[in-house]
């Protein structure tokens, strides 16, 4: 059984009444549980870790290096400048998938840029809720390309 982590990183616990227009509606707690829901059809064990500190976010790559296979990461604004985690990501040999729920591309100036995106898997962004689904189902299709390359 692969095992999943899921971060969250600054202001995402507050889904759900953080500017709906942009995140939607839905709460982070409901979220949280799609997630896992949607990780079980794979056979996933999946954790969620949500924080509003680098240090933190940074100290749960660490860990996740030796306890889990994949992370799924939406970093927030930290996306955007964290050259911290952006080496934390680089130090871990697990794949991280990168998500975000609005379009990074299609907003301010300042959210185009990802500094952390050369060193994820790949990036996931503008799906709403669905970019999280969307990252599980890429760690999945990934490990089976592997699995069957082998
Ligand atoms: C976000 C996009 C970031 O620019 C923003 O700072 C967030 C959320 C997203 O999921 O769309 O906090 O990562």
Redesign the pocket.
């Known amino acids: 059984m692969k095992k999943i982590l899921v971060i969250h990183?600054?202001?995402?616990n507050l889904l759900g009444e953080r500017e709906p227009g942009v995140?939607g509606n839905d709460s982070f707690e409901s979220i949280n549980n799609e997630i896992i829901e949607h990780a079980q059809k794979y056979d996933f064990d999946c954790e969620i870790f949500q924080s509003n500190h680098e240090g933190e976010i940074i100290d749960r790559l660490h860990m996740a290096r030796k306890e889990f296979d994949g992370v799924v990461l939406?970093?927030?604004?930290y996306?955007?400048y964290s050259y911290a985690i952006r080496d934390a990501i680089a130090a871990i040999k697990i794949p991280v998938v990168e998500?975000?729920?609005?379009n990074?591309h299609a907003?301010d100036e300042f959210?185009e840029k990802s500094v952390i995106a050369p060193v994820c898997k790949g990036q996931i962004s503008g799906f709403g809720k669905f970019s999280y689904l969307m990252a599980v189902d890429a760690l999945y299709y990934g490990w089976k390309a592997s699995a069957e390359n082998e």
């Not at 939406?74 to 604004?77: E, L, P, W």
């Not at 998500?99 to 609005?102: A, G, M, P, Q, Y």
């Open positions: 990183g600054p202001n995402l995140y939406n970093a927030g604004a996306t955007h998500v975000h729920l609005s990074i907003r959210r």
